[in-house]
């Protein structure tokens, strides 16, 4: 029997096609395919030891070794896990790192069991390096840049716009000391996979908010950040008073909402507090010893009114934070652009406003 294969069409994630990812679970943590979920062949101990026999005796024997510690109860449970994937998702597509043997033997076992479904040509590797290509794509695409001091709500600006980009969703991160989301920071190939995804939907022209290369633990990759830097800008002013509400909300309430929602009052109080605390601690070479002594007080005194009911109380330590840290960092580097690359400059309407008619005059569609 041939066991069908796909190619690694870009296409396949466009669509949202099912996917299930036959590698280990040490690889598939260090990088998956958009939406796959992992159902193993071998878990990362077979795995290990199925490698070691290559290495040292060659793929026959690498076979035999992975035929015996994967026979019986363990691949009749594995066979099942793919069946009912398969039944909840019945085009399901296959794939592993290279597309071959161990999607192969995923493809064997299930038409055995009267299951016929394809696998990837090339598997990961080729999807990879297929998403790899469209970012570095995607840098010679026309591009607008939205800045502004912290606080001027540019990511919910880059919300707004079908054709925004939202790299600090990709990074799971706001891109700052105190941008650091409850859940785990995807892998690099994640980060880089989820924009490569999100490019797919973007063919002609993309809106994106103006960031370091550096995104918490993730790092725009170099070519697109060529693009970014060369690109033309707008940026987002707005009274003080408006960006404390702002990063009231963003760190503060929507922090909150994590939290609670994953850890349950009393712990995701206690979590919420140490990440608030440990941010501001660590801006301590920046500060300055005497400055952050204070701040560190403000914010005790916030925790203790938060616990009776007083959220605003946080304004205390957020108002100095955005003085006398964010805004003058933001200051020093706009002093490193060509003003004249700044398009509009204005309050956060007129900014959507202008972003659409740029999107508009770029065009809002084109070729993949």
Known sequence: MTLPLVEPNLALLREGRPLIDVRAPVEFAQGALPGAVNLPLMDDEER???????????????IELGERLVSGGIKA???????RELEAHPDAIVYCFRGGLRSQ????WLADAGITRPRIRGGWKAMRQALCTRIDAAAEQPMLVVGGLTGCAKTSLIDALDQGLDLEGCARHKGSAFGRHPLPAPAQIDFEHAMGRRLLELPASLVLEDESRHIGASNVPLTFWHGMEAAPRVRVEMPLDWRLAQIHKDYIDDLWTVYRHQFGDWLGWSLMRKQLSGALGRLKK???????????RLQRLAFREHERGNWQAHEAWLAPLLTEYYDPMYRYQLEKHDDKRFLHVGDWDSC??????????HGQTGEG
Not at 286 to 296: E, F, H, P, V
């Open 286 to 296: 920046r500060l300055g010893s005497a400055r952050l002594a204070r701040l560190q």
């Open 48 to 62: 290990h030891r199925v490698g070691i026999a290559y290495k040292q005796q060659g793929q026959k024997a690498a």
């Open 105 to 108: 033997v995923a493809q064997q």
């Open 77 to 83: 449970a594995r066979v099942a896990a793919w069946r």
């Open 352 to 361: 959507l406003a202008f972003a659409r008619d740029w999107v508009a005059e």
